[in-house]
C-alpha cells in the first residue's frame, strides 16, 4: 500500500483550474498536503 495523489494544474491557461484524484479540503490549493492522499493498493 501507498499513499499518494494525482492532480491536473491548469494554472497558465486562459481559465485557471486544478482538479485532483483525492480531494484537497483546504481553502487554496496545496498538492504536497498529505493528509489528503488516498491510498493505492499495489498487487
Known amino acids: ?5 494525482f492532480y491536473k494544474c491548469g494554472d ?18 496545496d498538492f504536497h498536503a498529505p493528509q489528503f492522499f488516498g491510498l493505492l493498493e499495489m498487487e
Do not use: G, M, Q, V
Not at 18 to 23: A, K, L, N, V
Open 12 to 29: 497558465k491557461t486562459p481559465e485557471t483550474h486544478f482538479i485532483s484524484w483525492s480531494p484537497i479540503d483546504l481553502p487554496s490549493p
Open 1 to 5: 500500500k501507498i499513499r499518494a495523489n
